[in-house]
């Protein structure tokens, strides 16, 4: 039977990537409906063969229109803390509206009861979704191994890592293996009704990513560890303003209080392999960066 899949924020690097990684895993680029607020940048999700349509989550009528024959919606979370509430309603009610039979969120690690800074908009997303009686699975995700590019290279370029993480490890893991876990979630259905914690087989340090760094870059990198203070001090020297200061300075502590590790084996499970290694995730990162 034809399947017909809706991929939300398919613009983005994350969304994009699980197109890809469908039509990888077999499924007809026709039968796949990719949108995003950006129509600039559609194009690109057009010249694979996919159906691309410009619809922002704000614009209910535009959702309604992109999930008209669409079976299966993976909503990837906005980026506008405070705002995406709402916008993950909006979809919700499209998908309910246009009799969509699956839905899969990209949530956070432990969204219903940890006391990570980015989960409340997650949990309460999770609860709406539960209440639209939709089947469902959600995705939470650990932190992006791609996050840690730029500070990787700025540790390159400078000699030194600073943070305020202390001993606190983090269980990252890359965007592609998280693509293409979503995309194998929408395909194969083996998941419904559950929240699947993913993460990466690998947790470390920020001094463990000094020395990652340091053999990436063929340098010493000394890992400097800072009180949130200090880090903040740092920071704003840098010159950067004090919203972002504050939010990575809190990053840094709650990571220092274990809120990014996790030991789920839920993402090697799926992919049915190891996951992939921070050192290669970065390495490969780093040297697509140095080609620009």
């Known amino acids: 039977m034809r399947v017909r899949f809706g991929i939300t924020g398919a613009t983005g690097h994350y969304g994009g990537q699980v197109v890809e990684a469908l039509i990888e895993l077999g499924v007809a ?6 949108t995003g607020r950006d129509a600039s940048k559609l194009a690109a999700l057009t010249d694979l063969g996919v159906r691309a349509t410009a619809a922002d989550y704000d614009d209910r009528a535009a959702l309604d229109r992109a999930f008209t024959g669409v079976d299966s919606v993976l909503l990837v979370s906005g980026a506008d803390p405070g705002a995406r509430v709402v916008q993950h309603e909006n979809v919700i009610a499209a998908a309910s509206e246009a009799g969509v039979g699956f ?21 309460v997303t999770e609860a709406a979704i539960r209440a639209s009686g939709l089947p469902y699975t959600f995705l939470r995700h650990g932190w992006y191994s791609e996050n840690y590019v730029q500070p990787a290279a700025d540790a390159i370029a400078t000699g ?9 490890r983090v269980s990252s893991a890359s965007r592609r293996d998280l693509a293409e876990a979503g995309a194998r979630v929408l395909v194969e259905r083996g998941h419904d009704g559950a929240a699947l914690e993913l993460v990466g087989d690998q947790s470390w340090t920020l001094g463990e990513l000094a020395a990652v760094a340091s053999t990436i870059g063929g340098r010493p990198v ?16 840098f010159g950067l303003d004090d919203g972002l200061v504050g939010f990575l300075v809190a990053l840094d502590v ?9 030991d789920s084996r839920d993402l090697s499970a799926i992919l049915g392999r190891p996951t992939e290694r921070l050192e290669t995730t970065l390495a ?8 620009e």
């Open 160 to 168: 030194v890592l600073r943070a305020a993480t202390g001993s606190g």
């Open 254 to 262: 709650q990571i220092s209080e274990g809120l990014l590790e996790s």
């Open 222 to 237: 000394e890992f400097a560890g800072l009180t949130a203070d200090e880090l903040r001090e740092t920071l704003l020297g």
């Open 284 to 291: 490969r990162e780093l040297a697509e960066q140095g080609a």
């Open 29 to 34: 680029p026709d039968d796949i409906v990719a």
């Open 103 to 123: 839905l899969a969120y990209t949530s956070v690690l432990r969204a219903d009861d940890t006391p990570l800074m980015l989960a409340p908009d997650h949990k």
